[in-house]
């Protein structure tokens, strides 16, 4: 068992990065960034306070996640006077499987984002067959993205895209069967582990196919909890995130009590963390 998965059932990381010698790297400031769809029920009373607030804590970028009545134009005029900057935005799988696609890519450039993501697969296609399915689909929307002048789709897992059926692993399937120059992957690190995977093997065995993570944390019950705050072992995993290839750590968290005090109490621990 990994560093990372032994501390998501056991032990939590220590208070400080300072604790654990030896520790030297740190995440780069305009790394880290806040996933919208924490945020959204402040965004949706207020979005342009709510964008000017996360970039006072510090974050630097955000993922897009529901436009609450905005479009595209009008989330970049917002990001940009607040000084943040979308890298990614979440667009449902059907749209980029149909109709849809040329619209989400010329928004993508819209708001100034390099990835279009797929943030889940519908339940059907929760098979072998539907992941070779959703695989070769993958591959023609990263060949669109690529072709418009963006980077991979990324596809975004929950805990469910890590069953093993019939001997196989559903994730890998779309780890295997995808050119790592046209589809990459948001590894939600919660998820990930929830579902009985490591990040840091992953990371390890599909060099730079990562660019993205959601970074959440997990509570001693299985629950959610603020980044920094819960047992995942952060420092453990993100020792291999150079080698797979992570540009982005996003603060996730999907019921937060007190949104901005998730975001502050996120960015404050991801700040200080040495791995």
């Known amino acids: 068992?990994?560093?990372g998965l032994a501390a998501a059932v056991g032990g939590a990381l220590p208070a400080s990065a300072e604790e654990a010698?030896?520790?030297?790297?740190?995440?780069?400031?305009?790394?880290?960034?806040m996933h919208l769809y924490t945020m959204r029920d402040a965004l949706a009373r207020d979005f342009t306070g709510t964008?000017?607030?996360?970039?006072?804590?510090?974050?630097?970028?955000?993922?897009?996640?529901?436009?609450?009545?905005?479009?595209?134009?009008?989330?970049r005029r917002m990001l940009d006077a607040a000084g943040l900057r979308a890298?990614?935005?979440h667009v449902p799988y059907a749209t980029l499987t149909g109709d849809g696609l040329t619209?989400?890519?010329?928004?993508?450039?819209t708001l100034g984002a390099r990835w279009p993501v797929v943030p889940s697969l519908p339940g059907a296609l929760h098979t072998p067959?539907?992941?070779?399915?959703?695989?070769?689909?993958?591959?023609?929307?990263?060949?669109a993205s690529r072709e418009a002048g963006l980077g991979p789709v990324l596809f975004h897992n929950h805990g469910t895209d890590h069953m093993v059926v019939d001997g196989v692993s559903l994730y890998d399937i779309l780890v295997t069967e995808t050119d790592p120059e046209l589809v990459g992957f948001e590894l939600d690190v919660y998820w990930a582990v929830r579902g009985g995977s490591d990040p840091g093997t992953y990371f390890r065995r599909h060099p730079r196919r990562f660019p993205a993570l959601h970074?959440?944390?997990?509570?001693?019950?299985?629950?959610?909890?603020?980044?920094?705050?819960?047992?995942?072992?952060?420092?453990?995993?993100?020792?291999?995130?150079?080698?797979?290839?992570?540009?982005?750590?996003?603060v996730e968290h999907d019921s937060p009590a007190d949104p901005f005090a998730t975001a502050r109490d996120s960015y404050g621990y991801l700040a200080a963390l040495r791995y």
């Open 1 to 3: 068992m990994s560093l």
């Open 21 to 33: 010698p030896g520790r030297r790297r740190r995440i780069p400031r305009g790394g880290i960034g």
């Open 51 to 75: 964008l000017e607030q996360l970039a006072e804590i510090g974050y630097a970028t955000v993922g897009v996640s529901g436009r609450h009545g905005y479009d595209a134009a009008g989330i």
């Open 87 to 89: 890298v990614l935005e």
């Open 103 to 109: 619209r989400a890519l010329d928004d993508l450039h």
């Open 129 to 143: 067959g539907g992941f070779r399915e959703a695989a070769r689909r993958f591959n023609r929307i990263g060949r």
């Open 215 to 250: 970074v959440k944390d997990m509570a001693a019950d299985g629950g959610f909890a603020d980044v920094g705050s819960g047992t995942l072992d952060f420092a453990a995993m993100f020792a291999h995130a150079r080698v797979g290839g992570v540009r982005q750590w996003l």
